[in-house]
């Protein structure tokens, strides 16, 4: 089992930055992929960033890459997503995964753990 636990959501005002933390505990997969997705109220799950847990190769959905940054720390075993120039667009609940699968994707069907998830709220 994988236990994630996200914290540092919270309200932003447009343009500001905020930077989202997941920690993994328990099993770990050396050759997998952490993912942050996020989810607006009456809108379906969708991609945000992922990375490789070894050699740290990174991916973006068009509508942040720029803006956000996907990162890790392996002896901390968390993901960072740190979130820049936020825009009322960026509201949603966001969560972080894991896929120990063979290559990338960005369909969350392909991850197998989840965490809570964690809200940002950005105001005009």
């Known amino acids: 089992q994988v236990q994630l636990v996200e914290s540092g959501g919270g309200l932003a005002q447009a343009g500001a930055s905020l930077r989202l933390s997941c920690a993994a505990s328990?099993?770990?997969?050396?050759?997998?992929?952490k993912g942050w997705f996020r989810q607006a109220p009456g809108k379906e799950r969708e991609f945000v960033a992922a990375?490789?847990?070894?050699?740290?190769?990174?991916w973006y959905a068009d509508s942040v890459r720029g803006r956000f940054t996907i990162s890790r720390d392996n002896v901390k075993n968390t993901v960072y997503l740190q979130m820049n120039r936020l825009k009322p667009e960026d509201t949603a609940v966001y969560c972080c995964?894991?896929?120990?699968?063979?290559?990338?994707?960005?369909?969350?069907?392909?991850?197998?753990?989840w965490g809570q998830g964690t809200q940002v709220t950005v105001s005009s």
């Open positions: 995964a894991t896929r120990s699968g063979v290559g990338f994707s960005r369909s969350s069907y392909e991850y197998d753990y």
């Open positions: 328990g099993r770990t997969f050396t050759k997998s992929y």
């Open positions: 990375i490789t847990w070894t050699s740290g190769l990174t």
